[in-house]
């Protein structure tokens, strides 16, 4: 087949911060499958076999209606940059040649035009957009505010999917398994310890909590525990002061309050225990 030239589209080069001009150097041709390797920085890490089945009887009938985009590596290799499901379904049904756009780029831009295929299909889950996001941000040395501008984003959006990121892999694992949404996830984030986003995160699963239920659900608790008085905040000082007293006056002393202000209270059993306390105290 003769070579041809095609471009990728204005709306991906200008996401990409790319001139029109190189974008159009994009080539395309029918490429031998065997001389493809798929790209370990593929932000796609999960694929549905079944999908890939049903994709694959589709090729077989209709053929590929968009080709997948690859990059030279030698003069006879090429890496996979966007199309794994529709590289994958191809091998499936044995076909020995693939219609690819072929791309002149380096190691930096590999991955970033790889997430951007794959935001613009909407086929990444919140997981996989959140671990690339990451990855750009480490290996282009950008903030979050210019990743955004990158990859069409505003900040605020940029932030919410690497704040999924410290959830626990559990809970990691359910949102890239749909056993949560995003929305779930979010409203775990507000939640201090991982022991309990792993309690709430259990129970989201075995009552099937809704987004807004479970937002609720996380609210209230967080209502509860700014509403615990200052005086059950123990500190490790105040527990000092009381352990002195006590052993002073003979008698378990406690306090009320924090550091700043409160009571101390001493307890008596009898009017011979309270004037012994008195002449402790040097009051009588």
């Known amino acids: 087949m003769v070579n041809k030239r095609n471009t990728l ?9 790319v001139s029109e001009k190189k974008v159009e150097e994009s080539i395309f041709d029918e490429i031998q499958i065997n001389k493809i390797e798929i790209n370990k920085d593929q932000p796609r890490k999960s694929f549905n076999e079944e999908k890939i089945k049903e994709l694959s009887l589709s090729i077989k009938q209709h053929g590929i209606i968009q080709p997948i985009t690859v990059r030279r590596i030698d003069n006879d290799k090429f890496q996979l940059i966007s199309g794994e499901r529709r590289f994958r379904a191809s091998k499936l049904i044995g076909n020995k040649t693939i219609p690819a756009f072929i791309r002149d780029t380096d190691d930096k831009n590999l991955l970033e035009l790889a997430l951007i295929e794959n935001i613009q299909r909407e086929n990444l889950n919140s997981i996989e957009i959140a671990i690339s996001y990451k990855k750009l941000i480490d290996e282009l040395k950008i903030n979050q505010e210019k990743l955004g501008a990158r990859v069409g984003k505003d900040r605020t959006t940029i932030n919410n999917y690497l704040r999924l990121l410290k959830l626990p892999p559990t809970i990691q694992k359910g949102l890239k398994d749909n056993k949560i949404q995003m929305g779930h996830a ?6 201090e310890t991982s ?11 075995v009552n099937k909590l809704s987004v807004r239920k479970t937002e609720e659900l996380v609210r209230n608790l967080n209502k509860q525990k700014r509403s615990i008085p200052k005086e059950k905040s123990r500190t490790n000082n105040l527990e000092k002061i009381e352990s002195k007293l006590s052993s002073y006056f003979g008698t378990k002393i406690t306090t009320q309050g924090d550091d700043k202000s409160g009571k101390i209270i001493i307890p008596y059993k009898s009017t011979n225990d309270l004037n012994r306390i008195l002449e402790l105290l040097d009051i009588i």
Request: net charge positive.
């Open 9 to 17: 589209g204005r709306g991906l080069g200008s996401l990409l911060n």
């Open 186 to 191: 979010r409203s775990l984030i507000a939640i």
């Open 195 to 205: 022991e309990l986003q792993l309690k709430i995160y259990q129970l989201i699963l």
